[in-house]
């Protein structure tokens, strides 16, 4: 069974940077795509980024984060990281890590297998 732990949320005043790690155990990573979705109260998951394993570890980003926030992926360490830069109040939410197969994974939830437990990132104005 695949697992997610999700780390380094937490308080930061806009402009400023965090980066979120999500460590993955129970599967071969090299077969997983990965995302990151975040989550406000009563709303749906929304997507925000989106890595394959491939040779160029192709990568997909929601408009709103495009040029601010950066996906990648260590595969010596099972990890894939989420590089959050000019964070803004609006960004403050639940980020959640999802993993799926490699090929699958797409911009909606329904693509993902397995979740994280999320954690959360405020952005204080």
């Known amino acids: 069974q695949v697992q997610l732990v999700e780390s380094g949320g937490g308080l930061v005043q806009a402009g400023g940077s965090l980066r979120l790690s999500c460590s993955v155990s129970g599967g071969t990573f090299s077969s997983l795509g990965m995302g990151w979705f975040l989550q406000a109260p009563g709303k749906e998951r929304e997507f925000v980024a989106r890595?394959?394993?491939?040779?160029?570890?192709?990568?997909d980003y929601a408009n709103s984060v495009k040029g601010r926030f950066t996906i990648s992926r260590d595969n010596t360490k099972n990890t894939v990281y989420l590089h959050m830069n000019s964070l803004k109040p609006e960004d403050t939410d639940v980020y959640y890590c999802?993993?799926?197969?490699?090929?699958?994974?797409?911009?909606?939830?329904?693509?993902?297998?397995?979740w994280g437990q999320g954690t959360q990132v405020t952005v204080s104005s």
């Open positions: 890595i394959r394993w491939s040779i160029d570890s192709t990568t």
């Open positions: 999802a993993a799926g197969t490699n090929l699958r994974v797409g911009l909606t939830p329904l693509r993902y297998d397995y």
